[in-house]
């Protein structure tokens, strides 16, 4: 596969201590079934950024479905410098690094590594530049394909409030709708379920 990615990070987030959180909700058939939270550390030069991540779906008070993920990010001069993440899929548990090298990214996910050009980890927090074409799976380190797509900008509600988002359609093996604000800040996600439901994430 075609090989020319950059694993960018410009968001406009203020540089300082004071570390920048973005809580969501995530809902499904009008009904939260878990939050998805990113705390981002900004200084000069360097982006530090946690994920947590925690899903149930309950069928009739049982449990159909756990997920959660746990994890890091460090960015230097708006590349990914390192990964590291933590998940249980329903059960299925990986672990994933990935660290920079001068020949792109070296990616460890579950015991196994590869060498691989750089490709951004679609971490969402920030925008996939629009020639992306392949992603790393923060959940199980595999490579996806996907195809960015500029939908242009739209009103979403956020805290109850319109605001003005850019829609990203990633389109292929890693699909996503995503939206965010005039500075680089997620607002929205929508997924599509593998059972066809309808996932949004809201901010809180």
């Known amino acids: 596969m075609a090989l020319i990615f950059a ?3 410009a968001v406009a987030f203020s540089d300082g201590p004071s570390p ?4 969501f909700d995530i809902r499904r058939h009008d009904e939260t079934i878990g939050r998805h939270v990113m705390v981002i550390s900004q200084r000069p030069g360097r982006v530090e950024v946690t994920t947590d991540v925690d899903v149930k779906v309950s069928i009739f ?3 159909a479905y756990r997920f959660t993920q746990r994890g890091s990010e460090i960015w230097e001069h708006d590349r990914l410098k390192r990964l590291s993440m933590v998940a249980d899929d329903d059960g299925t548990k990986h672990v ?3 660290e920079a090298t001068a020949g792109g990214l070296r990616i460890t996910a579950d015991g196994k590594t590869i060498q ?3 490709i951004p980890p679609a971490t969402l927090w920030h925008p996939l530049p629009a020639t992306t074409t392949q992603v790393l799976d923060p959940a199980d380190g595999t490579i996806n394909t996907v195809t960015v797509r500029d939908l242009g900008l739209e009103s979403v509600s956020v805290r109850g409030q319109p605001v003005q988002a ?3 359609r990633w389109v292929g093996e890693y699909g996503r709708d995503v939206w965010y ?3 680089g800040r997620l607002v929205q996600v929508y997924i599509r379920g593998d059972d066809g439901s309808d996932i949004f994430y809201v901010l809180k």
Do not use: C, M, P
Not at 20 to 23: P, S
């Open 7 to 9: 694993t960018t990070a």
């Open 20 to 23: 920048q959180t973005l809580a």
């Open 61 to 63: 008070g049982l449990t």
């Open 96 to 98: 994933i690094e990935a």
């Open 116 to 118: 691989h050009a750089a």
């Open 166 to 168: 850019r829609h990203w």
């Open 181 to 183: 604000d005039a500075g």
